[in-house]
Nanobody, 115 residues
């Protein structure tokens, strides 16, 4: 069973930066698409950014130009660099990865941005 282990997150001030990482383990295969979702209290889960195995990226309009997603296929790891953070970025961020059409999820990491 593929396991996604997240790290990073925490507390930042508005305008600051944080970096999230997510490593896939317990698999000999390179994950297909990997990405980050977030869920704020009382809101639906939303896609933040995704990246294909070929490094094609996709961003939510709300984070485009501020966040950067990247990956290392050899390490089965994806990162999310978050700059110019805003209070509305506060949420639980969840790593997602797909392999053979099956989705896997990390446990989630809290990101809190103070104004």
């Amino acid at each position: 069973q593929v396991q996604l282990v997240e790290s990073g997150g925490g507390l930042a001030q508005a305008g600051g930066s944080l970096r999230l990482s997510c490593a896939a383990s317990r698999t000999a295969f390179t994950m297909d698409a990997m990405g980050w979702y977030r869920q704020a209290p009382g809101k639906q889960r939303e896609l933040v950014a995704s990246i294909t195995r070929g490094s094609n990226t996709n961003y939510a309009d709300s984070v485009a130009g501020r966040f950067t997603i990247s990956r290392d296929n050899a390490k089965n790891t994806v990162w999310l660099q978050m700059n110019s953070l805003k209070p509305e970025d506060t949420a639980v961020y969840l790593c997602n990865a797909r392999l053979f059409r099956k989705d896997y999820w990390g446990q989630g990491t809290q990101v809190t941005v103070s104004s």
